[in-house]
T-cell receptor, first 118, second 113 residues
């Protein structure tokens, strides 16, 4: 079974600085998808960024970018120019590309709580 | 914008009660999911459904059941609530295939006394 590990339960960053959240995963598959989700306090979880394993280019979304190292099974999230609104719980997630109905849709890590210091 | 709504933000029930958690999505998504979120454990999948009247067990289905009679609605049922089911419950939906992005509801914080 696939597993996702987020080794940093908590992180903090100064406003306007850059922070990197780490994520590693374990799989024997070659085709899959990786996600970072953000859950602000008392608010809905939203997708931050998504990466297809077959793409070599790292995904970016404005101030958010990933460093996808397929051989190392690493998928870190970099937040540049951090803002107070970035404070949230961040979850890394893995999804197999297989479409079997019985396949677990998403495997989540345990999350990293990010604090942004003004 | 995709909208996923859950019937209650906060719910308090007593041990042994039957509990219904409702989730509705307005984007004609085929797939719907129920997760529970606990501190230090992340999100764990309880059940999911990829079509009306279809359901699949997730990682922790024990003590739960689900119902999907209509495409837009996915209900999670606790047949006899227990204190260890006190948790945050999150509903999500997505288009086919299962690899597509999931959209989450605001969550229901259930306390079982």
């Amino acid at each position: 079974a696939q597993t996702v590990t987020q080794s940093q339960p908590e992180m903090s960053v100064q406003e306007a600085e850059t922070v990197t959240l780490s994520c590693t995963y374990d799989t024997s598959e070659s085709d899959y998808y990786l996600f970072w989700y953000k859950q602000p306090p008392s608010r809905q979880m939203i997708l931050v960024i998504r990466q297809e394993a077959y793409k070599q280019q790292n995904a970016t979304e404005n101030r958010f970018s990933v460093n996808f190292q397929k051989a190392a099974k690493s998928f870190s999230l970099k937040i540049s120019d951090s803002q107070l609104g970035d404070a949230a719980m961040y979850f890394c997630a893995y999804r197999s590309a297989r479409h079997d109905p019985g396949n677990t849709p998403l495997v989540f890590g345990k999350g990293t709580r990010l604090s942004v210091i003004a | 914008d995709v909208k996923v709504t859950q019937s209650s933000r906060y719910l308090v029930k007593r041990t042994g009660e039957k509990v219904f958690l409702e989730c509705v999505q307005d984007m004609d998504h085929e797939n719907m999911f129920w997760y529970r979120q606990d501190p230090g454990l992340g999100l764990r999948l309880i059940y999911f459904s990829y079509d009306v009247k279809m359901k699949e067990k997730g990682d922790i289905p024990e003590g739960y059941s689900v119902s999907r009679e209509k495409k837009e609605r996915f209900s999670l049922i606790l047949e006899s609530a227990s204190t260890n089911q006190t948790s945050m419950y999150l509903c999500a939906s997505s288009f086919r295939p299962l690899t597509d992005t999931q959209y989450f509801g605001p969550g229901t914080r259930l306390t079982v006394l």
